[in-house]
């Protein structure tokens, strides 16, 4: 209430000033009632300064305005998969205990603020290298109609994987795990698609649904999460595997600069169908895929289309080596399965009506942030690819009370000045002003939510000119700054 009372008696007073000599009388009236209010003369200044005051502080992202509920931090043993201590692996342990994920239910999430930020990055490193080879983004519903599912026969196919529902009219639906139905149902009302037009990729990055038998290991492997679906139409046979390339080496690409050893190994068709299809497999001990891999010749493949016994490379007759991987990605060349189904043809040169040869391509969005997690991070420091990292850096000022604690202002001031000189972070600042809390225990909240940099405001905070402690997380670095430097060297940082 003295905040707000505060706010109000500085405008109203401000108005008041506005009014002209007849409310003078009032104003001294109104001053005698308030001991302690500003002069007429200062009234305009000072709620000017209040408001000036207050967009400053709306600029600066805090912690202490997150919402990152306490009690979901410390209580990250209630996920439903698991029995109390028993987490099953590394990524589902610090996402829960850093207030990253929560539980709503078997195999479903709540995803928190900072799990959205890497989210909503990962997804503009997505689109910047699908929209780089041509790709349109689409939206297609996640209600799909049994009837073309019928008609491509995976209805039955899917099994109890698929989740199904019917509406009032009885007309029975299922949730989409993927798509290709439904795109190829689009493209074959387009009666009048010209070869011209060709090839086509549509894609989109959407909520999937899975009915997993045992949902586990968190993120990556529940029963509804982020997909990236890409869905080509070509030509020819001979167009179609170029494209297939095409995508190929654009995941590779991505991959790389999020700074992740994929490994791309042959692999089954499975349910979606077609005649050759490869995954993209971050190795990592918890890997539900096994892996073969040839180190001379670079052959690689998932153990379902390979006799795991085999200790020979069947190329080059070199020595094979067993991995597990998690697979992030997976690419199918489907030929004409769907478009021969659902009549999803193109004018050719010669008007002719001609089958479109078809691929897809997926990415598993919240996978690739969580097998991220599992493969970078320690077992009490989580590190992400630097691209998607919720914020880029933290600042930490003084505790309350302390010696250093014009640091503070210092800190605060850092923070404008590193937002107006390097634009490329501004949005990716936070500010941890929790300064009840000691610098220690606000370093360790630091480095379990993986901020790439942390700035501190330290005992060298009072040197002249003042030195800012700065932790490079992702390679254990720590150095000693005045506020010119820790600019320049932020300076540097890529977003995505």
Known sequence: MVCSFRRSSCCVGARLSSMGPRMGGLLRRWKELLPGAPTHAGLGQRCRQAHHDGSTRARRAAVSQLYQPFNLREDHAADPESKPGDLTCRSQKLMLQAGLICPAQNGCYYYMPYTVRAMEKLVRVIDRAMQGIGGQKVNMPSLNPAELWRASG?????????????????????????????????????????????????YQITRKFRDEPKPRFGLLRSREFYMKDMYTF?????????????VCDAYCTMFNRLGLSILKVQADTGSIGG???????????????????????????????????????????????????????????????????F??????????????????????????????????????????????????????????????????????????????????????????????????????????????????????????????????????????????????????????
């Open 154 to 202: 995976r209805w039955d196919v899917m099994g109890r994987e698929l989740f199904r529902l019917a509406d009032r009219h009885d007309q029975e639906y299922c949730l989409g795990p993927t798509h290709e139905e439904i795109v190829t149902h689009l493209v074959a009302l387009q009666a009048a698609l010209s070869y011209k037009q060709l090839p086509l990729l549509l």
């Open 234 to 246: 070509d030509t020819s046979e001979k167009a179609a595997h170029q494209t297939y390339s095409l």
């Open 275 to 341: 005649t050759m299809s490869h995954e993209f497999q971050l190795p990592a001990s918890i890997g539900e895929d096994r892996l073969v891999v040839c180190p001379g010749c670079n052959f690689s493949a998932n153990a379902e289309t390979i006799n795991f016994d085999l200790t020979d490379c069947p190329v080059c007759h070199g020595k094979l080596t067993k991995t597990r991987g998690i697979e992030v990605g997976h690419a199918f060349y489907l030929g004409t399965k769907y478009s021969s189904v």
């Open 343 to 496: 009549n999803a043809t193109f004018q050719d040169a010669e008007s002719k009506h001609v089958l479109a040869e078809m691929g897809c391509y997926g990415l598993g969005v919240t996978r690739i942030l969580a097998a991220s997690v599992e493969v970078l991070s320690t077992e009490d420091r989580i590190r992400w690819p630097s691209l998607v990292a919720p914020y880029q850096v933290c600042l930490i000022p003084p505790k309350k009370g302390s010696k250093e604690e014009v640091g503070v202002a210092l800190m605060e001031s850092l923070y404008d000045d590193i937002a107006d000189g390097v634009p490329q972070v501004k949005g990716d600042l936070i500010l941890d002003d929790r300064v009840h809390w000691t610098i220690g225990k606000r370093l360790k909240d630091a480095n379990i939510l993986g901020y790439p940099y942390v700035v501190i405001a330290g005992k060298k905070v009072l040197n002249t000119p003042a030195e800012f402690e700065v932790w490079s997380q992702n390679t254990g670095e720590v150095l000693f700054l005045t506020k010119e430097g820790v600019i320049e060297l932020l300076s540097k940082v890529q977003v995505p």
